[in-house]
């Protein structure tokens, strides 16, 4: 037992490390809506991770592995989610602003329920989610009666080393903005996240289970 947890949190640690669309919501809502913003991203995208632990453990995130309708319409719904955010950070990077304008965008300022409610559908609204963890877990649970409450503590696990990580981020994007107060790099920072956020939604609408 104590060999499997010791590789699922291995595992689990390399794939919350590696870069996708939460990493880059909060990094972009950090660095325009300060470290307050940020964190109310990662608060979200916790939410969202609860929802994908209440569908795991009530098995209804089979559903979305055998159910190519279901799987689909969340699918598409994920990806036009991601492309709105996306065509949304490119429109701001497209439009002229001045230096002055970015101490508009302090924390105090910024729509905390907003970024919470970008966390929460970016990562509600993802079914590869669901699959992933359908397919990832197995190999690391133990045979036996409790295997659903394993499911349901490992994927707690993840998504506690998830929040962990995205915090630390959120912290490092807020104080890199706050030495970059300049109209120039804040839309070109719009841009990179804009374009990033409407790759990973094609990829996703593109994307098989």
Same mark, same amino acid.
């Given at each position: 037992?104590?060999?499997?947890?010791? %590789?699922?949190?291995?595992?689990?640690?390399?794939?919350?490390?590696?870069?996708?669309?939460?990493?880059?919501?909060?990094?972009?809502?950090?660095?325009?809506?300060?470290?307050?913003?940020?964190?109310?991203?990662?608060?979200?995208?916790?939410?969202?991770?609860?929802?994908?632990?209440?569908?795991?453990?009530?098995?209804? /995130?089979?559903?979305?592995? #055998?159910?190519?309708?279901?799987?689909?319409?969340?699918?598409?719904?994920?990806?036009? &989610?991601?492309?709105?955010?996306?065509?949304?950070?490119?429109?701001?990077?497209?439009?002229?602003?001045?230096?002055?304008?970015?101490?508009g965008a302090a924390p105090a300022n910024a729509s905390l329920w907003r970024g &919470?409610?970008?966390?929460?559908?970016?990562?509600?609204?993802?079914?590869?989610?669901?699959?992933? #963890?359908?397919?990832?877990?197995?190999?690391?649970?133990?045979?036996?009666?409790?295997?659903?409450?394993?499911?349901?503590?490992?994927?707690?696990?993840? #998504?506690?080393?998830?929040?962990?990580?995205?915090?630390?981020?959120?912290?490092?994007? %807020? =104080?890199?903005?706050?030495?970059?107060?300049?109209?120039?790099? %804040? =839309?070109?920072?719009?841009?990179?996240?804009?374009?990033?956020?409407?790759?990973?939604?094609?990829?996703? /609408?593109?994307?098989?289970?």
């Open positions: 037992m104590e060999t499997q947890w010791l %590789a699922f949190s291995i595992a689990a640690l390399m794939v919350t490390v590696a870069p996708g669309p939460d990493t880059f919501l909060v990094i972009g809502n950090a660095l325009s809506g300060g470290v307050r913003r940020g964190l109310a991203t990662v608060a979200g995208i916790l939410t969202g991770g609860l929802f994908h632990v209440s569908l795991f453990a009530f098995g209804v /995130a089979r559903l979305l592995m #055998y159910s190519e309708r279901a799987f689909w319409t969340v699918k598409m719904l994920g990806a036009v &989610y991601l492309i709105y955010l996306g065509a949304k950070a490119l429109r701001s990077a497209l439009r002229p602003r001045a230096d002055a304008d970015i101490d &919470y409610a970008q966390g929460v559908l970016t990562n509600a609204l993802n079914p590869k989610i669901a699959i992933f #963890y359908l397919a990832f877990l197995p190999q690391f649970l133990a045979p036996g009666d409790d295997m659903a409450v394993q499911s349901v503590l490992m994927i707690g696990l993840h #998504y506690l080393m998830g929040t962990v990580w995205l915090s630390l981020l959120a912290f490092g994007a %807020a =104080r890199m903005a706050a030495s970059m107060r300049s109209a120039r790099v %804040a =839309r070109t920072l719009d841009g990179i996240v804009g374009s990033l956020m409407l790759g990973f939604g094609v990829k996703l /609408a593109w994307s098989s289970r």
